[in-house]
């Protein structure tokens, strides 16, 4: 069993950044893929940014370029850091993980372990 909890949601205004953090329970944290997603009123949940335990990192589409994410084993930790933000990137976000085996994974029933989540709002 996985534990995991984000933080750092927020409201701010078009153009600003924030930061998110997760961490995630458990002494084989740095061989884990961690992974977030985000989830609007009405829409699917979407994937933003996965990485692995190479610190491999993989984006979408809709925020390569703008969001990078990281990792600290050292703090059983990851960050996403979301720059130049968007209305559109209003939602709820989640920090999720899985296995080493998965390759890149995207898609929800790829990670096992799930956060609440937590609200970003971008003003226009």
């Known amino acids: 069993q996985v534990h995991v909890v984000e933080s750092g949601g927020g409201l701010v205004q078009a153009g600003g950044s924030l930061r998110l953090s997760c961490a995630a329970s458990?002494?084989?944290?740095?061989?884990?893929?961690m992974g977030w997603f985000r989830q609007a009123p009405g829409k699917e949940r979407e994937f933003v940014a996965g990485?692995?335990?190479?610190?491999?990192?993989f984006y979408g589409d809709s925020v390569k370029g703008r969001f990078t994410i990281s990792r600290d084993n050292t703090k059983n930790t990851v960050y996403l850091q979301m720059n130049s933000l968007r209305p559109e990137d209003t939602a709820v976000y989640y920090c999720?993980?899985?296995?080493?085996?998965?390759?890149?994974?995207?898609?929800?029933?790829?990670?096992?372990?799930w956060g609440q989540g937590t609200q970003v709002t971008v003003s226009s």
């Open positions: 990485i692995m335990w190479s610190d491999s990192t």
């Open positions: 999720a993980s899985t296995s080493p085996e998965r390759v890149g994974p995207r898609t929800a029933n790829e990670y096992n372990y």
């Open positions: 458990g002494r084989l944290f740095s061989s884990y893929t």
